[in-house]
């Protein structure tokens, strides 16, 4: 019994990685990571950015998207959510643009456009590439763990730590100076 549930847990775990790897290839982001991705490139705090987004979500501003669907939410309607989950709902990218040239023009950054599709072998992952793995793989263990302890406001801000605690363990994922830093993890491996 318990190796079935090792198993689903590992299957769950993969669906997990590879919805992240299909959000990143479509240049769709949480409306937390776009916040902290304006933060980042801005300067301007995403506590402030975040609410933004979430209001102009909310009042249609913004199209956002559930996990995987192309259809955009309309909040309260269609058994669609009442309320902006700005850790879950997704934004695209070039949707994004359009937001920040409307309601912050002053802001001089636009969110890239995704890379074009090519098919790489998995002969030429590099090193920086395997820890990045190491440190999304121990995410997904800790955010599966703490929703199934009940809570529900899972991010890559509030995890980062925890990851750094375990990536930590493993030296082969240290940096050319050491352990890795949360604000690291987070920036580069989980991207938020």
């Known amino acids: 019994m318990t190796d079935d549930i090792e198993a689903k847990t590992e299957k769950h775990r993969e669906q997990l990685r590879q919805q992240e790897k299909a959000k990143r290839n479509a240049g769709r982001y949480t409306l937390e990571e ?68 409307k309601t912050l023009p002053k802001l001089d950054w636009e969110f890239p456009a995704p890379a074009p599709m090519v098919q790489t072998s998995t002969d030429t992952a590099t090193p920086d590439d395997d820890w990045e793995d190491k440190a999304r793989t ?26 750094q605690l375990e990536l930590a363990k493993d030296s082969t994922a240290h940096g050319n100076r050491g352990e890795r830093s949360a604000d690291g993890i987070r920036s580069k491996a989980l991207k938020g």
């Open 34 to 101: 776009a916040a902290n991705e304006l933060e980042k490139h801005t300067g301007e705090s995403a506590e402030i950015i975040l609410p933004l987004l979430a209001k102009s979500a909310k009042t249609g501003d913004l199209a956002v998207y559930l996990p995987g669907s192309n259809v955009p939410i309309s909040y309260g309607e269609n058994n669609h959510p009442t309320r902006v989950r700005e850790f879950y709902e997704e934004a695209y990218w070039n949707d994004l643009n359009k937001w920040l040239i």
């Open 138 to 163: 121990i995410a997904d263990n800790i955010a599966l763990e703490r929703y199934n302890r009940g809570e529900r406001e899972i991010s890559a801000r509030n995890i980062s730590c925890a990851v």
